[in-house]
């Protein structure tokens, strides 16, 4: 790694932590419990999601384990179907969904507009009880037994043949689309509403649109969610009700209403992860994000098509072929601007002065695996290859390349380029560069192969496979232990920073955004005086010139 | 601008000039927080509109489906109680507005009166509703918990019903998808009169609150976006009514 950086951290000699902070303002639990602070809300979501993201993490080894060899060797086949349902189940509802959107997106987003809070703080603190709920009820059901419908409670089998716990993940779930409805509603309400003075639309942050267009999704479509959940779960209780045949009912009904939500919340997933990464790449290669309008409405744009793509994992499902035909032109539409977005990170880098701190590297390795991830969706969304494809690994790499590739990534890049901002300490930059790097390596050893397995016919969702299939099985399991080094990598050297990292100041990354002009750890009303706006988005020069100013006036 | 200074020695003092007591710390003014809680409102009301979305769909789907079971399925529905229940909350929501109105013009009492009123009638539609769900318990039109076909089989044994629309009897098959009527018939006047439940409570809360002055002093958002709520579940009423209770009639 070259030398060349843009940190700029205060003389450490003397450099102190702001005395006067959101962390140390009151002390005691319950001003932690109690807290309307979205900053606070913000740190609660923090720990709450990296807890769910350890015990889904860990399930995940547990599925690679058993998947080593080609018979049942670590656990039953029934108990392995329950393990890929809860990883499935904390995974998507308890990580991906609010990930960013909740911890990093509620910390900034108020101060990139020039909030003192989000427009709602007590529906912000409601949002973050009802994740705790749904999270108590989602250990109950593994501690009762788990259950085993895979994440997509796909009915008749989650209605009439499983008689595991599906009432009480389905009202977890439920519980838990309500916080992240609360989160979208909080949002799209302060973005509209509370932006400060000459913070137009169009000098919003990019993280801003992203949030924003993810947030119109979680407010649309997770209510159609709960309530097919609520169907299931009468159904399951009454014995009728309107998806099991058996009973009268439509399935095709059920994977309709499951799927109007659960395909938006793939982009509720991976929009807010774009966002992050315009802010990053901007900032480390010191230039105004190439077409920024662009990618503001593309943004917008995959929220608007997110809702009409739905039936493409229905190809197989007895849908007619005009409606596959329709719903596969659509979802090759999808990918147009994702890929406005990708070509308009790679102009931004062609001629920056580009450094790579951990956040970038994490930004690349999002770009190259978002890349593949989202080409192989162009595969599974043409209707003849996701007959051959679909429900085999093939399918599980693609998601994963998207979700993990691309979230993931996403998600540990903003931790570490916010992370100065949050704790008022840098993260130490050697280690992290080399977490970044093994997360990479880790990640490819462990889902490409199963690109290959997914072509050679290898179902997903079973216990055992063929013997030819081990090889590859072997590189994916050890490429996912090197990836669990990656990830507990962070959790050790960012807790270790909170007490040792070199404090940071104001702005170590010279970044742009209004969050970046006020003080590290921020004040709990974020500024002292409310910023007006007088220039637009990711202008270095503006920055260039405050800074002059303030040097000629301490001067 | 801002509501804290800090001073050279590093307190803080509060500084509250000509800010009324209800605006919220981080709202800039009350204009401000109005729009805002008023947006959000708006916003929660469409995620309910998505949400009885699914509800609705499901009915229309099975409707089509077994239009003959939901026709004679809804003979059994008593329209006199519909109609009745429907005129209770259009009323209920003009007391609504009337309150919502008493507390722009700051009256306290008819604030109060108005509310009450809401209440009282909220109640009354839930009173009617028991009426009806008692009804159907005793006619063993509880679909999964206490449910024949009988009625549907051999209309003639309901004299009542058979009366009045002497309707043929069902085809096993198709007498059997009235059950999936009755279930949609719980599931969304369930999930309404569960609104309504909730509405009450909150209904309840305001009074109290109404009593002690509160929204008569030019603070109106709380009781503005009850309001909306409120009109919202009627409005959800007013597309129940004629889908489950008229199917024959129009």
């Known amino acids: 790694m070259s030398a060349a950086t843009i940190v700029s951290l205060p003389d450490q000699s003397t450099a102190r932590i702001p005395k006067m902070n959101f962390l140390t303002k009151e002390n005691g639990l319950l001003s932690w419990l109690l807290t309307g602070d979205h900053k606070r809300i913000a740190t609660l979501y923090l720990i709450s999601i990296s807890f769910f993201f350890f015990v889904g993490g860990s399930l995940a080894g547990l599925i690679r384990l058993e998947l080593l060899t080609p018979q049942t060797s670590l656990m039953a086949a029934d108990t392995y179907n329950k393990v890929f349902t809860m990883h499935g189940v904390i995974m998507v509802f308890l990580f991906l969904v609010p990930s960013v959107p909740a911890t990093i997106g509620n910390f900034v987003i108020p101060m990139m507009v020039g909030a003192r809070d989000l427009a709602l703080p007590k529906i912000n603190l409601l949002s973050w009880y009802l994740y705790i709920i749904a999270g108590f009820m989602v250990i109950y059901t593994m501690a009762a037994g788990g259950v085993d419908t895979g994440w997509t409670f796909t009915s008749p089998l989650s209605t009439h043949y499983l008689n595991t716990h599906v009432i009480s993940t389905g009202l977890a779930i439920f519980v838990a689309g309500f916080s992240s409805i609360f989160t979208g509603l909080n949002f799209i309400v302060t973005i509209h509403k509370m932006r400060a003075p000459g913070m137009t639309w169009f000098r919003l942050p990019l993280f801003v649109w992203s949030n924003y267009a993810a947030s119109i999704l979680m407010v649309l479509g997770t209510p159609v969610l709960a309530i097919t959940l609520v169907l299931v779960v009468l159904e399951r209780t009454v014995h009728i009700g309107v998806f099991d045949p058996a009973y009268g009912g439509d399935p095709i009904l059920f994977q309709h209403l499951f799927w109007f939500y659960s395909h938006p919340a793939v982009y509720i997933m991976i929009l807010p992860g774009m966002g992050v990464i315009s802010e990053v790449v901007s900032t480390f290669s010191r230039k105004r994000v190439f077409g920024y309008t662009a990618v503001a409405f593309s943004s917008v744009a995959i929220a608007v098509f997110g809702f009409f793509v739905w039936a493409h994992h229905m190809f197989i499902m007895g849908i007619s072929n005009y409606a596959a035909l329709v719903f596969s032109l659509l979802t090759m539409l999808v990918a147009v601007p994702s890929a406005i977005k990708i070509f308009n990170w790679a102009f931004t880098l062609y001629k920056g002065s580009i450094t790579f701190e951990t956040p970038m590297l994490y930004a690349f390795g999002f770009m190259g695996l978002f890349t593949i991830g989202g080409m192989t969706g162009v595969f599974l969304g043409a209707t003849g290859t996701d007959i051959h494809l679909t429900e085999t690994y093939f399918i599980v790499a693609h998601f994963h390349f998207v979700m993990v590739g691309g979230m993931l990534m996403a998600f540990l890049s903003g931790i570490h380029f916010w992370w100065p901002k949050w704790t008022g300490r840098m993260y130490p930059e050697k280690i992290s560069q080399l977490a970044a790097i093994v997360t990479f390596i880790g990640f490819n050893f462990t889902f490409f192969p199963q690109f290959i397995l997914g072509t050679l016919g290898m179902p997903r969702r079973y216990a055992a496979y063929p013997p030819e299939f081990q090889a590859l099985n072997v590189f994916s399991t050890a490429g996912a232990t090197i990836l669990g080094v990656g990830y507990l990598l962070p959790i050790l050297y960012l807790t270790w920073s909170l007490r040792y990292g070199a404090v940071a100041g104001n702005n170590p990354w010279q970044a742009t955004g209004l969050e970046w002009q006020t003080q590290s750890p921020p004040l709990t009303e974020n500024f002292p005086e409310i910023p007006i706006v007088d220039h637009e988005a990711y202008d270095y020069e503006w920055l260039e010139r405050q800074q002059e100013k303030e040097v000629a006036s301490v001067g | ?250």
């Open chain 2, 1 to 250: 601008m801002s509501d804290s200074t800090s001073t050279a020695n590093g307190a803080v003092v509060e500084v509250h000039h000509e800010h009324p007591p209800y605006q919220r710390h981080h709202f800039e003014s009350v204009d401000q927080q109005f729009d805002a809680t008023n947006f959000a409102m708006w916003l929660f009301l469409l995620t309910e509109i998505m949400f009885f979305g699914g509800l609705f769909t499901s009915y229309l789907i099975m409707r089509n489906w077994y239009y003959p079971a939901f026709v004679e399925a809804s003979h059994q529905l008593n329209i006199g109680w519909g109609t009745a229940n429907t005129a209770v909350l259009i009323v209920s929501s003009f007391t609504m507005a009337m309150g919502v109105w008493s507390a722009e013009m700051r009256k306290k009492g008819m604030l109060i009166l108005f509310l009450s009123l809401t209440w009282l009638l909220g109640m009354a539609f839930l009173g009617i509703k028991s009426i009806e769900y008692t009804e159907k318990w005793e006619k063993f039109h509880v679909p999964g918990l206490h449910w024949s076909d009988s009625s549907f089989l051999n209309p003639a044994s309901d004299p009542e019903v058979y009366s009045e629309y002497h309707d043929k009897p069902l085809a096993p098959d198709m007498a059997a998808k009235t059950e999936m009527y009755f279930f949609l018939y719980f599931a969304m006047t369930g999930m309404h009169a569960l609104h309504m439940i909730i509405g009450i409570s909150i209904l309840t809360f305001m009074i109290i609150r109404a009593r002690q002055g509160a929204y008569t002093t030019g603070h109106v958002t709380y009781v503005e976006n009850f309001g909306l709520y409120w009109h919202f579940v009627d409005i959800v009423w007013i597309f129940l009514f004629p889908l489950l209770y008229l199917i024959s009639r129009y």
